[in-house]
Nanobody
Framework: QDHFVESGGGLVQPGGSLRLSCVHS????????MGWYRQVPGQERELAAQ???????SYIPSVNGRFTISRDNAKNTMYLQMNSLKPEDTAVYYC?????????????WGPGTQVTVSS
């Protein structure tokens, strides 16, 4: 069973910063890809950022240049540094992984961490 536990969310004013953490089971440390999803009530969960085992990163346009994803396999932890936050970044953030290039994202989700950007 693969497990994720997200933390670091909270209430922040527009323009502020937060750093999210995702602790995962050791079996995921060598995953082909890891990513941060976010979900707004009533909307589909979207993949906001991902990082490959090579270190290559990619982001959706709305967060590119403001968010930075990183992973520390030795600590079984992934991070999302979020700067210049906007109200539209408000969502529950989840982490997940793809174990190989041909596998789908895992059907196992943690509790998520709520990020609220509001003045």
């Amino acid at each position: 069973q693969d497990h994720f536990v997200e933390s670091g969310g909270g209430l922040v004013q527009p323009g502020g910063s937060l750093r999210l953490s995702c602790v995962h089971s050791g079996s995921i440390s060598s995953a082909y890809a890891m990513g941060w999803y976010r979900q707004v009530p009533g909307q589909e969960r979207e993949l906001a950022a991902q990082i490959l085992d090579t270190g290559r990163t990619s982001y959706i346009p709305s967060v590119n240049g403001r968010f930075t994803i990183s992973r520390d396999n030795a600590k079984n932890t992934m991070y999302l540094q979020m700067n210049s936050l906007k109200p539209e970044d408000t969502a529950v953030y989840y982490c997940n992984a793809r174990l190989s290039r041909v596998s789908a994202w895992l059907d196992s989700w943690g509790p998520g961490t709520q990020v609220t950007v509001s003045s």
